[in-house]
Nanobody, 120 residues
Framework: QVQLVESGGGLVHPGGSLRLSCAASGLIFSLYVMKWYRQVPGKERELVASVSSGGASTNYADSVKGRFTISRDNAKNTVYLQMSGLKPEDTAVYYC?????????????WGQGTQVTVSS
């Protein structure tokens, strides 16, 4: 049914850049708010960025503001997270999240996650 598949993670040096992608299927992508979360062992899952269904409105965690950019291409059913100026504290598993048009209490869809490691 619904599937979200993240890609683009990897190992980068501090100051480097990565572009994460999340390809969605099994849903009407253009109706969903899309979000990126990240999680580190021992810490709560953190909302990194979100983008409205039409792509016009975005929100970012203070920790990534000015460095990360979320965007979406509804024709490709894909949401992106462009990350630059990466820091070791950005190391985490990054998850794509789709919020149902009726709200997250109705349905939340998640990808499998992609590992981002920022290290020398």
């Amino acid at each position: 049914q619904v599937q979200l598949v993240e890609s683009g993670g990897g190992l980068v040096h501090p100051g480097g850049s990565l572009r994460l992608s999340c390809a969605a299927s099994g849903l009407i992508f253009s109706l969903y708010v899309m979000k990126w979360y990240r999680q580190v062992p021992g810490k709560e899952r953190e909302l990194v960025a979100s983008v409205s269904s039409g792509g016009a409105s975005t929100n970012y965690a203070d920790s990534v503001k000015g460095r990360f950019t979320i965007s979406r291409d509804n024709a490709k059913n894909t949401v992106y997270l462009q990350m630059s100026g990466l820091k070791p504290e950005d190391t985490a598993v990054y998850y794509c999240n789709a919020v149902h048009p009726l709200g997250s209490k109705f349905a939340d869809y998640w990808g499998q996650g992609t590992q981002v490691t920022v290290s020398s």
